[in-house]
Each structure stands twice: as C-alpha cells, then as structure tokens.
C-alpha cells in the first residue's frame, strides 16, 4: 500500500538547529515542529455577556497570552469598529432594543468586524481570532457560528456571567469611566449612563444553555470564576484555553521580577555558567531584601531558579523561597562561558545568525529564546494563579516574562532592556499592566548588548563587537 | 506542590467510572511527583466480607449491609489518615459511590478536622451503552462475580445500580456552592468546575478533562540504532547506522501492516528519530521536549570513559539513578518534568507513534505502566523494539515486538557495588558489550 521510497536526506537549519528533510538543496515541507500548541484549522473564538463583564478584559489576556506562546492570534473588538464609525457616542439610546438606526450601525460594524477575522485567519496566516462584543442572543451567535463553518473555523465561546454588583461597578470605574464614550462626562454622568447601557441589553440577553447549546463548544465563567461550565472542548488549542482562564484571576497584587546580583562571570562579561556573587552583586542582595521589607508585601512568594547566582540572592531576603529548573538562564550551549568576543572568534557564523534572528537563533547544543518561552509557559500559568510574588531570575529568562506581560512581540523580546540591579514592579491595572522600574542604587556592569548595524555573515569582527559593553 | 494534603473523593452511581478515574488520577500524580494513593471501599468490603452473594447486600433497608460498609468506609478514611498525617502522603483518592449528601458531610468534616483540603470529582452518566460498556469491561471480571455467568452477573449489578439511585443526591450547584468539585457529565462531554483552590486541584481538573476512553493504542519505540549507539557512546546527535536504517524501513513495513487509523507520528528534535520516522514516508511531528537526557558533561563519552573521568558522578548514578543530575545536564527526574506535556497530550489524543530515546522511552513507559521512581531507570527499552500499549480494563495492555533487526545492547543494569570506593572493573561489569 505504500512505496518503499528511499529516505531523504536530512540538513540541519543554521538558524534554529532543526533537522529538516530537503529536495534539491531546499528544504521539504512535511514535517512540523511542535513548540507551539498546533492548530490544524483556525479558530473562532466568540465572547458572550452582558456589558461590564470582563469580555475585553479576557479577550486581551487571551490573545496576549496565545500570542506568547506562538499561536498568532488578533482580537477584534466590536465596540471599537463603532466608535470608529459612529464618531461620537451621544448616549446609551444609541443601545435601546428598538433604535433602528442603531441596530443597523451595530449590525454592520459585527459584520465588518467579522469581514476583518476572515481576513486575518484566512488570508494572513491567523491561527486564532477573538469577537469580542455581547453576542447575547442566540441568533447573533448563531450567525457567527454558520460564518464560522462556512469557512472552515472551529468555532468556541466563551461567556462570562457575574450578577455581583459590587464587581459590575468595580468593572465600570476600571475600564468604563475612561473610555473614549465617555470623555467629557463626569464620573456619576458616566456610570448612570453605562448602567442604562447594560438594561437594554437585558430583556434580550439569551445566555447559553445547557440543553439548548449542547453541541456547541463553549465555557462559561461564572462569577469572575467561582465556577465554570465546559462543554465539549473539540481540540488541543481549546483545551489549553480552558485551562488558561480557569487560572486567572482579577485580585490585585503585583508581581516582582529581578535579576540576579551581579555575578563573577558577569564582570569578566561572560554568558552563562554557575558562578556566585561579586561584592556588588551581595550589596544588591541585601538592598534587595531592605526593599522588599519596606514595601511590606502581603504573603509574598519568592522564585528562584537552580543557578547559584539566584539562590544566594534569595538567600539574603531571609524568607523561604521555591527553587525552579525552569527558570535558568537560556543554555548557550557550546557557547557556554565565553565573552563576546570569543564568540565572534570561534562561531563567527553563529554571531552573526543570532544577530539576524535573535528570538528563534538556537545556540548549537543549546537554546533559543522560542525554546526558553516554551519552558517559562508553566511559570506564567502559574504566576497568574498566584498573588504577590518576586521571581528572581536571569537576563534572557526576565525577558521572556516581561514580554508577556507587557505583550511584546518576538521581535522586541529578546532587547529588552533588563539591567542588573532592577527590580520591576508589575501591577495589573485596567486592560494592562502598569511597571515600575527600581533601581536599587548598587553599580554594577551593563550586560545589554544592542542589535548591531551590520548582521551579515561577511561582517568584519569590530562591526560584530561594536555593541558589546565594557567587561574586565 | 501541595502544603497541606489533599483527600479526593470520588461521586456517582456504579459503573460511572470512579474507579477507573481514581486508579488513573494516582497513576498520573504519582508520575509527575506527588505522593498519591487510592483506597477503595468495595475493597476493604470484599477483604471483610470474603464472598458476595447478591445485589441483596447493596438494599438500602438491609441493616446487616448498611453496618459493613459503614465500617469499610470508615476503615478506609482510617488509613487514609494514616497515609497523609503519617506516611507523607500528599494525595488521597478515596473511591466509593459517596451518593448521599450526608456521607459526603461526614467525609468532608473528617477533611477539615485533619487540616486537608476536600475535593471532589462527580461522574454523572445517564448513557446505557457507556453503563453496559462499563459493566462488560471492569464488573464481569470483578472477584464478586468469579462463579457467575456473564448474564447472571450482569444482572445482579444492575440491581445493584438501582439500590443506589432512589438515594443519589448529586452535587449540586446552589446546595454545595461552597464546595470544590468537578462534575464530570457524559465521560466527559462536559464539565462543571466549582471552586478550585489551588495548584494541585487546577492540575488534577485539567488532567481530568483531557482524558478519555475512546479505544486507540500507543506506540513507543527508539530511534534506530546510531552510529554512537555502535560506539558504546551516550547522547550525542548523530545520524543512524547501517542497521538503524534497515530498522527505520522495518518499522515502516511494520506500520503499514498494523493498518492503524489516523496515525499521529511524533520523534524529538535530534537525527536520529527524524531519520527513523523520515523512512515511514508520513507527516511527523518534531517535540524538542523528545529529546534524550542531557548527559552534560558526560555527552558522547562510553561509561569506561566516564568511569575514569568522573567516577565519583558514576557511582552517585547508581546510587540514585532516578534523582541523579549529570553535572551541566539532566535527571531522569527532570525528564519527567519536561515529558509531562507529551503525556498530556497523548491523553488528549488516540492512535500515536513516538519514536524516541531510551532515557525518554523509559520515562513514558513507566507512566502507562505504573512503575515507581525506583523502578523507571532501569525499564529494559532495547533498540528495534516497539511497545504497543493499549488501555484496557484499568491498566494498559503491553505487547513487545522485535523488529527483527540485530542491534547493540544499551541497557547497563544497576551493579552490585555502587560505593564511591569500588574498584573500575566492578564499576563496569554491567557495561554492555561495544566496538
């Protein structure tokens, strides 16, 4: 049944280490690479809920945190399309249930809205879209669900039900009372119209039902999660999903990421290895745990990775800390210890890749900054089950968490700018995270090397080593 | 992961499930590191009352039956006591039907009072042919049933189910609104999630919702045989050797022989499983995650290499091979860590090939087996060999095949003298034989 055809020959790519098949010198598509939780058609993520239930709120986590791990995904808010349509909201009418020309503006921008997913999940390589608007009827959503079959989307919902009226107001002063509907009301102005708001969707709002839905794949959230309700999760990408947003929450807390004190390797501008502490680098660790006492941290957790560097760190803060495998520093591999400047000299062609390629380069018999992602997911997830903790980490490995949380994208994650002796303060706040850099006053050598001018191969060592800073 | 225990307690009516979901919940938290043991009721009542005899002893007015396992289950929550106050047990599964609210009360105040953390997993299923699937599978062949035909035993236990059902108060969402739980509906079609407390609940609910029990079979094998395989070397990332690839085309023929629907193929990011997989002309997939322990330091030398060069650190592996770290490298304990989303997904997924590494193959095998940290470092995963592992009952069947293809033996058993002190030769004497 199936020829005996001889064995390709297989070539390993420079950039990322992978093996790969090739017909005539160019490389064969058959294989995928699994680093990212795979999705064989695109997926249609649709919001449900009545107004100031949180949909934005998930919908901008979720496509940030799918974005981080690979899975290209966009949102597309519906709200948005009409204010940029409608150019001035006059007032919550614009919502009652038999305003004609409302509904006919608000059909149209669900409608473009959706012209926009198609777009991007059918013709810019988009793996998952998020619609996020109330969809609260079931003929609405119906509609979606039949644009999603017809081209070939798996669609799922996800619907957020809270009749808590302290969180519905707590929700209007986050992230209502700013909008753009409502720039030149005040504050009690705003709130009073935005509760009309809500009321006209009511009377028409159909949640999903048991019975009534359950052959479609969905999640419902109840009561920013006391609860959920999953029905028939179809895949691995929706699977994931529902784990992500069963493991969110809204309380506040803040999350600290550091580096390290400076280490011995660092002042000889070294990369990797498992040395301990300069001088410098325990002055940080004391001033590190003066800051931490002051700003007196509510049940604070402390993470450190398994090098000696972070540990001896956490060990001057004098409280109990976890130790993870998975947050050591990226594996430089062959490259493991040396300067700059060796690099250059014995893996000039590495150099310059890595400069070409930054977040996908693997080192050889090492890691990439894509693998260091794929190994921080279980850090992420759990951080954001957590409340108050300090992850006390490494430059490559602060960059990937940083990106996260500010969604960055792969191309600015591996420059960010991460300097001994910093601590940031991450506090989440409306539909972002607000970040407070703390420089803890100790010197100590700058480990940041920019992007240099000239990336090819051909490159003369000075124009490779012009960004490197200072070492001993 | 857990500060104080958990005690899991199981919810349905018969034949729902619970004891194929308690055995495999432990299995799995037993894998990833967390101390877990079930203990189940219908147990301690078959060790006490040494014959069954009918569905008579299940009536709810039969006072004879109803004082027997009362003392069951209360013999059960005594050892589980025992395990997680005494024994450092981090989780216990206490399997019983648990139908009425008040026995619940009863188990989750013995919870609080012990300082663990109650949690529990409801199957509801109204389906005949999933019950009659059920009953075929795990009752038929239960020991109440050893002098009965297939028909007598089936209908004894359906009465058995209906001694239950007139009592069977399910969780419920308003009544037990401040309990934890996961109610799992229709072998789970879906699922509701009550407050989840921590992170050993969070990943005992996703674990829940990825398995299934759509019949599929899994198959493991190693790559090849490598060029350093040859050598007697460990790691390393070479290409296949002459035999290897007469391996790699067997497998292929063997493959299309097995005629398997739907085959997912998956190897790890080095030559010589994408060689092997190259060779069955189908779409794979490639997992960094697959890729065999990292011997650090000790990548590409033979154990007589290592032996000189750090013999100390050899001595150490033998002495604990499961939590030994190879300096710069891995543990299998780390392996472990790293696997536990190919294990996820082979949950999630039906018919699959992993063409692995022997490290890695050991790891995954030990988990669909069953076998304890001690035990894993030591599974024999010779070279062209495929384990065909297919779920059955409460466990997975094993079958071995040979490719019929000669290779080198990898496998180094664990030496008699694992003292730092030994001299070389008793270091090596269990070193296969290399060029």
């Not at 951080?383 to 602060?398: G, K, P, S, Y």
Request: with cysteine.
């Amino acid at each position: 049944r199936m020829a005996a055809s001889p064995a390709r020959e297989l070539t390993q790519n420079p950039l990322q280490k992978i093996w790969e098949p090739y017909n005539n010198g160019l490389p064969a598509k058959h294989s995928a690479q699994r680093g990212v939780c795979m999705t064989n058609c695109p997926t249609l993520i649709v919001m449900v809920g009545l107004p100031a239930r949180g949909k934005t709120y998930i919908s901008k986590k979720l496509t940030r945190y799918l974005n981080w791990i690979g899975v290209p995904t966009k949102e597309f808010n519906v709200g948005q399309y009409r204010r940029d349509l409608v150019k001035t909201y006059k007032s919550f009418e614009f919502f009652l249930p038999d305003n004609e020309e409302g509904l006919k503006i608000r059909k149209q921008c669900a409608l473009a809205a959706l012209n926009d997913v198609q777009q991007y999940l059918s013709e810019e390589n988009g793996h998952v879209a998020v619609f996020d608007a109330t969809n609260t009827t079931r003929e609405r959503r119906e509609t979606i669900f039949r644009f999603g079959e017809e081209n070939g989307y798996k669609t799922f919902f996800v619907e957020s039900v809270c009749v808590d009226p302290e969180v519905i107001a707590a929700n209007i002063v986050q992230v209502k009372l700013g909008s753009p509907d409502y720039v030149d009301c005040s504050n009690d102005e705003a709130t009073e119209d935005f509760m009309k708001r809500i009321e006209c969707y009511k009377n028409t709002y159909e949640m999903l039902d048991e019975t009534l839905d359950k052959d479609l794949s969905y999640i419902k959230i109840m009561d920013v999660g006391r609860s959920y309700l999953v029905n028939r999760v179809m895949d691995h990408i929706q699977s994931r999903i529902v784990y992500y947003l069963m493991n969110i929450h809204v309380t506040p807390r803040s999350i600290y990421l550091c580096r390290h004190g400076e280490s011995e390797l660092n002042l000889k501008g070294r990369i990797g290895g498992d040395t301990g502490l300069s001088f410098r680098g325990k002055e940080f660790a004391k001033s590190l745990a003066q800051f931490i006492n002051e700003q007196n941290i509510k049940d604070l957790k402390v993470w450190t990775s398994q090098m000696k560097r972070t540990i001896q760190t956490a060990e001057a803060l004098g409280v109990p800390y976890e130790q993870w495998k998975v947050l050591n520093e990226i594996d430089a591999g062959v490259c493991e210890e040396m300067t700059y400047e060796e690099i250059q000299e014995n893996y000039p062609l590495e150099f310059a890749l890595r400069d070409q390629d930054k977040y996908r380069y693997r080192y050889p018999k090492g890691e990439s900054y894509e693998d260091l992602v794929q190994r921080l997911e279980p850090v992420i997830m759990e951080l954001e089950r957590q409340e108050n903790v300090l992850v006390i980490c490494h430059q490559a490995v602060m960059r990937c968490l940083l990106a996260y949380f500010l969604d960055k994208t792969a191309e600015q994650l591996p420059y960010l700018k991460c300097p001994l002796h910093s601590v940031l303060k991450l506090t989440p706040v409306a539909y972002g995270c607000k970040v407070e850099s703390i420089f803890l006053n100790i010197e100590a050598v700058n480990t940041h090397r920019d992007k240099p001018e000239n990336v090819d191969i051909s490159r003369p060592p000075e124009e490779a080593l012009v960004t490197v800073p200072a070492h001993q």
